[in-house]
């Protein structure tokens, strides 16, 4: 299916050049002098490989059309997680680098999206949101106001984020896993 480059998305499973990759990033940049271009880094499916790409925004591109399938992510082995299938309950093996940076924010028995092309998985997607524990957190600054200050916060899972300074070592709040971005406190 043809699509304009600007419309290109991270996620998204696109044939160049006669091979298929996945976007991983895409920007749009626009100069000072001169029309605006798409600027897209993508990985190769077969061999791994990433690349960036430039196109102008009127050009177009091969989208590749992807099925989706809902799996229960049970346990890393390795390079690979093992995600159960919640229909025939067959577990498979999906290579950690399709999610990238996400990969921290998985959790025991977490509902995952994968894309498949052609049966072969090209993509992974977490939920928006979980949530997780506040093992450390910066003091709060007296004389500061809440409006918008936000300190740094370190998460159960080791990532590092900025949180309100309302929000203290123990709670469970509310993060996004596109961002690593503080949404709310957990409810109780």
Same mark, same amino acid.
């Given at each position: 299916m043809k699509q304009q480059a600007?419309?290109? +998305?991270? !996620?998204?499973?696109?044939? %160049?050049? !006669? +091979? $298929?990759?996945? #976007?991983?990033k895409q920007q749009i940049i626009t100069p000072g002098k001169g029309g605006a271009f798409i600027q #897209?880094?993508?990985r190769d499916l077969k061999s791994g490989n990433k690349t960036n790409e430039r196109w102008r925004t009127a050009d177009t591109v091969e989208r590749l059309l992807t099925d989706e399938k809902e @799996?229960? *992510?049970? *346990?890393? &082995? !390795?390079?690979?997680?093992?995600l159960l299938d919640n229909e025939t309950y067959? =577990?498979?093996m999906v290579p950690v680098e399709l999610l990238g940076d996400a990969a921290s @924010?998985? =959790? &025991?028995?977490? /509902? #995952?999206?994968? &894309?498949? #092309?052609? !049966?072969? /998985?090209?993509?992974? %997607?977490?939920p928006q949101t979980v949530v997780l524990e506040v093992v450390e957190a910066d003091p709060v600054v007296r004389g500061q106001t809440a409006a918008s200050s936000y300190? /740094?916060? $370190?998460?159960?899972n080791g990532v590092k984020t900025m949180v309100p300074p309302f929000v203290e070592t123990g709670e469970k709040i509310v993060v996004r896993t596109e961002d690593s971005s503080y949404v709310e406190r957990a409810k109780a």
């Open positions: 600007n419309q290109i +998305r991270a !996620g998204q499973v696109i044939e %160049h050049e !006669g +091979r $298929r990759w996945t #976007v991983l #897209v880094e993508m @799996f229960t *992510y049970s *346990y890393t &082995d !390795g390079a690979n997680l093992v067959e =577990q498979t @924010f998985l =959790q &025991d028995n977490m /509902p #995952v999206t994968v &894309d498949l #092309v052609e !049966g072969e /998985p090209v993509a992974v %997607h977490l300190k /740094p916060a $370190r998460l159960a």
